[in-house]
């Protein structure tokens, strides 16, 4: 058989992959926290709008860039809800964020180059770069400071080859959510080393906390809420280096329908218009005719899923307070970390344990990152009642 290149052959499995196929195995039932994954069904317009579609036999091809549809309530949205002002043929429609992530990788940096990704970050950005032949530089996010980026140490990472930083907030593994602050030090960073800033903002919508906050955004505030989370394409210098990238899987509950979206600098969306017939062609049209009607039909499914998550967020630090666990308190998304930092023991050894012995699935803190060693994530995503359960039977497992 003729070889497999390493490349892609070893690219090193999911962390939490793992922990779900030994949940599966599992004979005991077993409180499942490991996935990132809303527990509700899109709301009923969305399928509505999405069985009307397939009624209208919609099932062809559509254009590489998305329906026009979409492309403008996108457009719309991203100036209502982000204040992002780009013009509909700025917009992307992707499978799911994952492949906007992918083909920003590809669009914006050459094999060998270097990408600067967040540890502890989403293990994917570690994916796409090497699948892309990029080389990630993980910038450490730590405890101490908050989980806020040092941009000194981050000025000694850039190096010749430094192209773009990923940057991700709220965030996914940490729930933190940076303030304006902080974005428009990114801005002034990625200008200062010439760098594009893909901004990872899926869960843009699920922000727990206010945490609004003005920057000097041209237009009013630099979020239209405080349930909104700032984005740095919104701030001054955004528009010129910043490529966003959104998605209707957590807001809208739609994770297996696959719509995301892209926006940018006209050239940069040309571009990956262009290299989206190489990559997809199309993504699935009644699915894009449900995001639509996602952003087009009422609001409410939203604001309720965020007030659900912020109760199971209130419910699992206070149980953790009351166990004496070590959280960091998340202002968006909707995990929980917890920074074990056990001796002798890795998180990846952990979560085994705890499906095995405890019955209880959570993801390792490593698939994160190395700075994730020790630390476990529990997701927020699942009944509130579990959640507590769960955390109980870590520390009762712990001793
Ligand atoms: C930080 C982050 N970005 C992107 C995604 C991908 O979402 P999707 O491809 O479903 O839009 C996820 C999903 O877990 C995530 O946690």
Request: with cysteine.
């Amino acid at each position: 058989m003729p070889k497999i290149p390493p490349r892609s052959a070893e690219l090193p499995r999911s962390g939490i992959r793992a922990v779900m196929d030994l949940a599966w195995a599992s004979t005991a039932p077993v409180i499942r926290l490991e996935v990132g994954q809303p527990d509700a069904a899109p709301p009923e317009h969305v399928l509505e709008a999405i069985t009307a579609s397939i009624q209208r036999k919609e099932t062809g091809y559509t254009p590489n860039a998305g329906i026009p549809e979409l492309r403008a309530a996108c457009a719309d949205k991203l100036a209502r809800v982000n204040r992002i002002h780009v013009d509909a043929d700025q917009v992307l429609i992707t499978a799911g964020s994952m492949q906007g992530l992918s083909a920003t990788a590809l669009a914006l940096a050459d094999p060998g180059d270097e990408v600067l990704v967040p540890d502890p970050g989403w293990p994917n950005y570690r994916m796409v770069s090497r699948l892309t032949s990029l080389q990630a530089v993980p910038y450490p996010l730590r405890r101490e400071t908050g989980y806020r980026p040092d941009f000194d140490e981050l000025a000694h990472l850039v190096g010749e080859r430094t192209r773009m930083v990923v940057i991700n907030s709220p965030s996914n593994p940490l729930g933190v959510v940076w303030d304006a602050a902080v974005m428009s030090d990114w801005v002034r960073f990625a200008e200062e080393h010439d760098l594009w800033i893909v901004s990872d903002e899926c869960y843009d919508q699920i922000v727990l906390d206010d945490l609004l906050e003005d920057a000097g955004v041209a237009e009013g505030p630099a979020a239209a809420s405080s349930a909104v989370a700032v984005s740095p394409a919104a701030l001054p210098g955004g528009s010129e280096r910043v490529v966003t990238v959104h998605s209707f899987s957590k807001t809208y509950a739609m994770t297996g329908l696959r719509v995301g979206y892209v926006s940018g600098p006209p050239e940069v969306l040309a571009t990956m218009v262009k290299m989206q017939e190489a990559l997809v062609a199309c993504v699935n049209g009644p699915a894009q005719h449900g995001a639509v009607a996602a952003l087009q039909g009422p609001q409410e499914f939203v604001s309720e899923r965020r007030e659900s998550y912020r109760r199971r967020r209130d419910r699992a630090i206070e149980v953790s307070d009351e166990l004496g666990l070590p959280y960091q308190r998340p202002s968006g998304a909707f995990y929980l970390w917890l920074p074990l930092r056990l001796h002798g023991r890795s998180g990846v050894e952990l979560a085994e344990e705890l499906v095995r012995d405890a019955g209880v699935a959570v993801a390792p803190g490593e698939t994160f990152g190395s700075e994730g060693e020790g630390a476990i994530r529990v997701s927020l995503a699942a009944a509130e009642d579990d959640i507590a359960a769960g955390l109980r039977r870590i520390v009762a497992h712990l001793g």
